[in-house]
């Protein structure tokens, strides 16, 4: 295996690559990628869990401990001579309470917590909007804040955020700290980052606490979920933990909070599409016609969408599908664990770190289309990468504005579309993140004109160490708008 000291992220085969003390293998390029993916199921994720968790979250070292002791692997069966007691085998139990909530049984009614709540909360801004302009200094924060309030509410019931005023604050002061924590910068070096670490974590104990101390079984309503709780995935996970080594009542919170914190990528998310679309006006009218068919009244003159139709709509995806290619910046980790992994005619030894950018694969021009005369660099926001027009067999490069109906596409891009990773541990979130994200692209073009201002247009990426490489990127500045409701015939 070739060892590089310098552009290894550009090479078409794997390469290790030696940095001081560490030692990793970088993959790139689709068919590479769909390999490692392949191959996933042979390796074991539970280092790098180990070291968020204990770095970014807080786990105290009790728990973390569990994770060193875990070698009965992520299948349903233990791997063979593995001695850990079925109670204690975190990786797997996690793993699988994450899917039964956001793959399984969980998903609807989080769902329609969700959509209720986005939606009622949407219109309440509209009615508090007059036709005549209101300014903002950020956009990313007034829609960020109307979907974290949201999801929020979806996840965990109305408790946290009512004994804990200042959360919603708080937990993004943790987001844009991610990196600080993951250096391991000592806290005196950066009191106000572990401050706020702190208030997020103590404000998850208050809210688990007042569940604990008022939940009942008569609170629990038909879909398993209960207003003290929220989702029941937060109930069941306490009595799962509780049931293992080293797990109490703090370190619960550590592990849940990490499992709140993950909503931040599809908030971000809505929120750069809501920018891209409201700083292009041929967009922003293609969304709106396409969108405008999908419109349901309700008998109160409210908005609704049907998330099912807004599936299908292929602009609407295609800036879903465009926001996470430009905007996702992340590490995608695997190791294989007990045996090693192929990938194509290159083997990666048992034990050894293999590392893909989402950034590399997404930024690739060979990969992506970029215009008939090249006129989409990979850099800038192109809904035409996604979009499939009848006439053509391929991908093309066609600008919406045409008049044949596109189809929304990735099939040909698999390997280089990669915002959730791929594999048996692919994000189980991707469900519910695309839903989101759609929903709220959909409410805002259809009751708002929003107008960016100034330097906003042009606002780009954070991409220093704060704020690159945890996921979804920031913008390096705030976008400063200006927002008002749409008359009633044009909604």
Known sequence: MLTC??????????????????????????????ALFKGSWACTSIPFVKFALGYAFGLPAEALSLYDKDDSGGGHVPYPGSTVEARNRIDYRVHQSLNRFLEGKGLLPFWSRFEGNITQRLHRLYDRLGSDWDYHDDLMKVVGDEATVSILNALCGPYLLSLNPNFLQDYWDFDRNLQTYLQGVPWFLAPKAYTARKRVLNAVKIWQQHARDHFNDSAVVADGDDPFWGSSFFRERQEMFLEMDGFDYAAIASQDFGAIWAARNSITSASWAIFEIYRDPELLASMRAEVGACVLKGADGSIRFDIEQLLRLPILQAVYAETLRLRMHFYIIRMPDKVDMNIRDWVIPKRKVVVTPTTVAHMDPEAWSTGSNSEHPVDQFWVGRFLRYPSKNTLENVQVRDSASPTFSTKELEGSWIPYGGGPRQCPGRHFAKRQILLMTALMVILFDCEILGEGKNVQEDFTLKGFGSGVSHPAGKIPMRIRRRNRGSV
Do not use: M
Request: no cysteine; aromatic share 14%; proline share 3%.
């Open 5 to 34: 000291r310098s552009n290894f992220f550009q090479t078409a085969h794997p390469v290790l690559v030696k940095i001081l003390t560490q030692e990793f293998y970088v993959v790139r390029g689709a068919e590479n990628v769909k």
